[in-house]
């Protein structure tokens, strides 16, 4: 595996509670390997927080020798589609890590997890109960207030057998009966009162068994003898299924599963500027907020992907932000930092201009063309120069001219130096204007002694990018930015929708590139030189470039709330 493919290098090789538990295990002889697996629901594209336990997963699989299965929970045929699943294999190899032929599904044991729910039957441990949805919420009581005992949970151990049966065989309607496990309604832990196994639902169809089946298991019913089937020796999730943890040791105890998995819990990753719910995410692809789960605007890895992001930047940041119990929110800037950092080591640099401005070099020979020959990364002379076209007629940025400057304004004004980068130093002489005032082009000229250089005793401090007007090629340019304005969308219960950045894109359709840019496959990333670092979309092609901002070179959102600059 090569260096860019390997998770290896940004695993979570720091101590953590969890590698203890793990090392303690291992220490007593309670496995001989460790096996985990990573169990999403197609229900939806992965995001940023699934590459968090993702990593984890195959992370301390692979540095303990053992196995991470990838598994699909796909039990709620109502919102899987074949689509996500596509998708989830697309993201998780992408991220750098191979499942080989240990790829499962939830549905492959739909026949065996029957089987253990008619074992359960026979032992008294489960009922057939006709409480519909909303009485079976009545009946399971408070956090203070014990629960009520089903009128059908003392039936007959032969009539559940009977009734379950039916239920398979299609015989009674969605929502009029419930295999429900035996436990505690007095528990303080509510998922231990007679929490539901099965449940009734006809006339859909599973991307996987048709319509096979018209009873499906529930999640908490389904995962843990999954594991126990796969040989998991620890499942590891996420916090919000702490509570759970009592009812998944209860399922494999009592069903002859050949091994007992433990379940630790860790933190989520919560991230600033987002959402990290599926509804919620589902919710803005559905309502059209964004351009689907790719959007760059989303936290999706498809979306990261799409914009930019590396999978070395994104385990990198896994592996920052730690695994602990504790729920905290991750600074945005943490993120985007990592990925400045790795793109700075890796992209070529290039100039583009994105708010073009003619100038013209009235000293300039009309019909030369010179070659300069410029670095393609200023820090790695591995990464060869490349030849960037010098004419009489260039565009430079409108931001770098102001006719009437500001104090420490830097670059061009009327009458001023400043110098072209990897070329020469100009003086503006003369502003162009139309009839409304607004400039239009600069006249210049440029002194033939600064190629590259600056003799002694001259001093330019400004520097400014540029293109050739004759050469360069159009493109369009999109501007992202983060997808809400608060840190914590929907907080204090508003509807997060309302904390859309109306401003998360600002697309530019008349930019121009240096010429070497049509040749930019989607997904080639550059640092356009002063603006920040972008890919070329999906959506490019030789004849007109598409190329979408991943990351500015400095935390400008930062600057924008009063935060200090960060970044190079």
């Not at 290098?9 to 220490?27: G, H, Q, S, V, Y």
């Not at 040989?231 to 494999?252: N, P, Q």
């Amino acid at each position: 595996m090569s260096e860019k493919e390997d998770p290896k290098k940004t695993n979570f090789i720091r101590p953590n509670f969890i590698r203890r538990i793990i090392d303690e295990d291992l220490a007593h002889g309670r496995h001989a390997r460790i096996a985990t697996r990573f169990p999403p629901e197609p229900n939806g594209y992965l995001h940023i927080g699934h590459a968090k336990s993702i990593v984890l997963n195959f992370g301390v699989a692979e540095d303990y020798q053992g196995t991470c299965n990838l598994r699909f929970d796909d039990t709620n045929p109502h919102k899987e589609n074949r689509e996500y699943v596509e998708a989830i294999k697309e993201d998780v190899h992408w991220l750098g890590y191979a499942w080989g032929e240990r790829l499962y599904f939830a549905s492959d044991y739909f026949e065996q997890l029957y089987g253990f729910a008619v074992e359960l039957i026979e032992k008294g441990r489960a009922y057939v109960c006709a409480l519909d949805a909303e009485q079976i919420r009545e009946y399971r009581g408070t956090l203070t207030e014990p629960g009520q005992e089903s009128p059908y949970r003392e039936r007959p151990v032969a009539e559940n057998l009977d009734l379950f049966a039916h239920m398979r065989a299609g015989a009674f309607p969605d929502g009029t009966l419930t295999l429900r496990a035996k436990i505690d309604m007095a528990s303080p832990n509510l998922n231990l009162r007679d929490p539901v196994l099965y449940r009734i639902r006809h006339g859909v169809i599973h991307h996987r068994t048709g319509d096979e089946w018209c009873l499906y298991p529930t999640y908490d019913y389904t995962h843990p003898i999954s594991d126990a089937l796969e040989g998991i020796t620890h499942s590891l999730c996420t916090l919000e299924f702490e509570d759970h943890r009592s009812l998944y040791d209860w399922v494999v105890a009592n069903v002859s599963v050949p091994c007992r998995p433990r379940q630790i819990e860790f933190s989520r990753l919560n991230l600033e500027y987002a959402v990290m719910s599926k509804r919620r995410l589902t919710q803005l692809v559905d309502e059209g907020f964004v351009a689907g789960w790719d959007d760059p605007r989303m936290p999706s890895i498809a979306g990261l992907r799409r914009r930019g992001y590396t999978p070395e930047a994104i385990r990198t940041f896994c592996e920052r932000i730690g695994v602990t119990k504790a729920d905290n929110l991750v600074e945005m800037a943490m993120l985007e930092n990592t990925i400045r950092e790795d793109l700075d080591r890796k992209v070529p640099r290039a100039m583009a201009v994105l708010r073009p401005l003619r100038l013209v070099l009235e000293s300039y020979p009309e019909d030369r063309t010179e070659l300069l020959t410029v670095p393609n990364h200023p820090k790695d002379t591995t990464k060869g120069t490349r030849p960037i076209p010098f004419t009489r007629e260039l565009y430079i940025d409108r931001d770098d001219f102001m006719e009437e400057p500001v104090r420490g304004f830097k670059r061009l004004v009327a009458g001023g130096e400043v110098r072209l980068r990897n070329a020469y130093v100009v003086r503006c002489v003369r502003v162009v204007k139309d009839r409304t005032g607004a400039v239009v082009e600069l006249r210049c000229t440029h002194d033939p002694a600064t190629l590259g250089k600056n003799p002694e005793g001259r001093k330019v401090k400004g520097v400014i990018h540029w293109v050739s007007a004759r050469q360069a090629i159009a493109a369009e340019v999109r501007l992202y930015d983060r997808l809400f304005t608060v840190p914590e969308p929907g907080a204090g219960g508003r509807d997060f929708r309302a904390d859309l950045n109306p401003a998360s894109l600002h697309t530019l359709t008349l930019c121009f590139l240096e010429p070497g840019l049509a040749a930019a496959a989607p997904g080639d990333r550059f640092q356009f030189e002063r603006e920040g670092y972008f890919v070329a979309d999906k959506d490019s092609h030789p004849a007109r470039p598409v190329f979408n901002r991943t990351v500015t070179l400095r935390d400008t959102w930062g600057q924008k709330m009063g935060g200090r600059k960060t970044g190079d």
